[in-house]
C-alpha cells in the first residue's frame, strides 16, 4: 500500500517555524515527508533537513517524495528520542527549527496488516517500528490485569479500564487474543452497551493507550523533547502537533518549564537561583485545524500545534 499521510496544519507550521535559507531543521516524525518538503523549500537553495522515523515504510516514502533534494535531506531510521546522538555523529551541533507531527499516520492507521485499527482484522501488532520486542497482542495476553488496567486507565484515559483488564484476562484465559477484532469484541463486552458514546467508538480509547504503551510514545515524546528544545539555537524555533491530552500536556509543560525565570521564593528579595527563561512561547493557546482542513481531513481535527522559540 502506498505510504499516505496528509500534513496537518501546513501552512500553520510554516508560519511558526519560519524557515529560513541555509537554515538545519529537524522533522522528527518525517512520516510522509509532507511537511519536509514545505520546509525544504522554505529553507532553499541551502537549508538541510534530517528525518527521523522509526516506520521502514515512511522513510521509503519519505526518501521518494524528497530525492529531488538530494544532498539537503538525510534520513535516520531511529525514534526522535535518540536525535542528540545522530545529530553528533553528523556534526550538527545546533539546529535552527524542530518539527514534531505527533501519533499515528494515516498510512498506518489505513494498512490493517499493522494493527493500530480497530476497523479491520489484522494481527493486533501496533508497533511502529517493525523490530520492537513487543506488540500489543504480547501486552494484551502477558501483563497483569492491575497492570493492564494501569495502562489502559492512564493512556487511553478509560473510565471502564478496570472491567476492560478484567475481561480480557478472562478471555485471554480461554484462548489468545491475537487479532484486533478479537481484542474489540472483548471491549464491546466490557462496556455496558448503554455507555457507549455516540461518536467515539468504544474500542478507540483501549487501542490508544495499547498504542502508546508499545511504542512507549509519551516516555519518547519527554526524551525527544528535552533533547530538541536542547539543540535549538537563538531564534530557533520548535513546532508540536499533538493529538491527544496526555501528549499536548508534556508539550504544555515542557514549554512553560523552559520560559519561566526565576523560580526563588516571594520572600527572598534577590534571585539567588540565576534562573532565566530559555524560550519564548509563541501560542498562548494550542492552534487548532480550520474548518475547510477538518473537512478535507478529518483526522485534523484533534490536533493540536504549539510553538515556542529559543532565546
Avoid at 96 to 125: E, K
Amino acid at each position: 500500500m502506498e505510504f499516505a499521510h496528509l500534513p496537518v496544519m501546513p501552512a500553520e507550521v510554516l508560519h511558526y517555524l519560519a524557515p529560513q535559507p541555509g537554515g538545519v531543521y529537524v522533522d522528527g516524525t518525517v512520516g510522509g515527508a509532507g511537511h519536509a518538503a514545505l520546509v525544504l523549500e522554505a529553507s532553499a537553495p541551502g537549508g538541510l533537513l534530517i528525518g527521523f522515523d522509526q516506520d521502514p515504510a515512511a522513510l521509503d516514502a519519505a526518501a521518494a517524495r524528497l530525492a529531488p533534494y538530494g544532498e539537503r535531506v538525510r534520513l535516520i531510521r531511529s525514534n526522535f528520542a535518540g536525535m542528540g546522538n545522530h545529530l553528533t555523529a553528523l556534526g550538527i551541533s545546533v539546529i535552527d527549527g524542530l518539527l514534531l507531527d505527533l501519533g499515528v499516520s494515516s498510512h498506518q492507521l489505513d494498512t490493517g496488516v499493522r494493527g493500530f485499527s480497530f476497523r479491520t482484522d489484522a494481527p493486533l501488532d501496533m508497533r511502529m517500528d517493525p523490530d520492537l520486542p513487543a506488540s500489543a497482542a504480547d501486552l494484551v495476553n502477558e501483563l497483569p490485569e492491575e497492570e493492564l488496567a494501569r495502562i489502559i486507565r492512564e493512556y487511553g484515559e478509560e473510565r471502564w479500564a478496570k472491567r476492560v483488564a478484567a475481561f480480557i484476562v478472562k478471555a485471554r484465559s480461554e484462548a489468545p487474543i491475537t487479532t484486533t477484532l478479537q481484542l474489540v469484541d472483548v471491549i464491546k463486552g466490557a462496556i455496558p452497551r448503554a455507555k457507549w458514546e455516540e461518536r467515539i467508538h468504544p474500542a478507540t480509547r483501549t487501542f490508544q493507550a495499547l498504542r502508546i504503551a508499545v511504542n512507549d510514545e509519551l516516555g519518547s515524546l519527554e526524551r525527544g523533547l528535552t533533547a530538541g528544545l536542547g539543540l535549538l539555537k537563538k531564534g530557533g524555533r520548535a513546532v508540536v502537533i499533538s493529538f491527544h491530552s496526555l501528549e499536548d500536556r508534556i508539550v504544555k509543560e515542557s514549554f512553560r518549564s523552559m520560559a519561566r525565570g526565576c523560580t526563588c521564593p516571594k520572600e527572598v528579595p534577590v534571585c539567588v537561583c540565576g534562573r532565566t527563561p530559555q524560550l519564548k512561547i509563541l501560542t498562548g493557546r494550542p492552534v487548532m485545524a480550520g474548518e475547510p482542513e477538518v473537512a478535507a481531513n478529518p483526522r485534523a481535527r484533534s490536533a493540536k500545534l504549539r510553538a515556542a522559540e529559543k532565546i
